[in-house]
């Protein structure tokens, strides 16, 4: 089946501890991206990656960390995480082109 | 820029049509539309790109305007499944894929009642 698998699905974490939440895509797609969604605020993108070892920022992109080594994996790392980074995250792909993306499931992240 | 949705929420009785806006500050070069159900993710629905085009599926559809940086997404007559919220993402940009730097609207909140 065609997906995007984020891992994992509900985290919580204290102010400080480094963490990494998982993306992987099992379509082969060129183009990846992290979402935050929180109320009132819409999607937010934080970085995004056209292809391996290919990244750039979004709007949102404080606080957070980037690999694309390979095609299917984008990690999203926070390394010193602090409670404004609690929130809904998304972490979604498309192929080259002009097509829309596919979302993984979503990460809950509560920092206290 | 965050493009501009409005309305900001509907609520609409089973059967009755809709329009959702979206407009943007900056010159677009696509648009893209999704829905997003309580609890889910968000689901694409059509992307448009500059060259004034619509696009529709069943009875879901979609304008594009680039001269005056808008979008609207036409829902006629409604059906219970499309309650859900709906997103507009903008992208500038003009590169070789769309799906690169899209900003999205902070979404329409669409509820059907029956």
């Known amino acids: 089946e065609a997906q995007v698998t984020q891992n994992p699905r509900y985290l919580i974490t204290v102010t400080g501890k480094k963490l990494t939440v998982t993306c992987s895509q099992n379509?082969?797609?060129?183009?990846m991206s992290w979402y935050r969604q929180d109320p009132g605020l819409g999607l937010r993108q934080i970085y995004y990656?056209?292809?391996?070892?290919?990244?750039d920022k979004g709007d949102v992109p404080e606080g957070y960390k980037v690999s694309r080594k390979e095609k299917r994996n984008f990690p999203l790392i926070l390394e010193s995480p602090s409670p404004n980074q609690t929130s809904l995250y998304f972490c979604?792909?498309?192929?080259?082109?002009?097509?829309?993306?596919?979302f993984g499931s979503g990460t809950r992240l509560t920092v206290v | 820029q965050q493009p501009v949705q409005s309305p900001q929420a509907v609520i609409l009785r089973e059967g009755e049509d809709a329009v959702i806006n979206c407009s943007s500050s900056k010159a677009l070069y696509s648009v893209h539309w999704y829905r997003q159900k309580h609890g889910e993710a968000p689901v694409f629905l059509m992307i448009l790109l500059k060259g004034g085009e619509q696009k529709g599926h069943d009875k879901i559809s979609a304008s594009f305007n680039e001269k005056k940086q808008q979008s609207s997404l036409y829902l006629t007559a409604s059906q219970l499944s499309y309650s859900g919220t709906y997103f507009c993402g903008t992208e500038s940009g003009g590169s070789y894929s769309s799906a690169s730097k899209i900003i999205f609207g902070s979404g329409t909140r669409l509820s059907i009642r029956p």
């Open positions: 979604a792909s498309a192929p080259g082109g002009y097509y829309g993306y596919t």
């Open positions: 379509m082969n797609h060129e183009y």
């Open positions: 990656s056209m292809n391996v070892e290919v990244t």
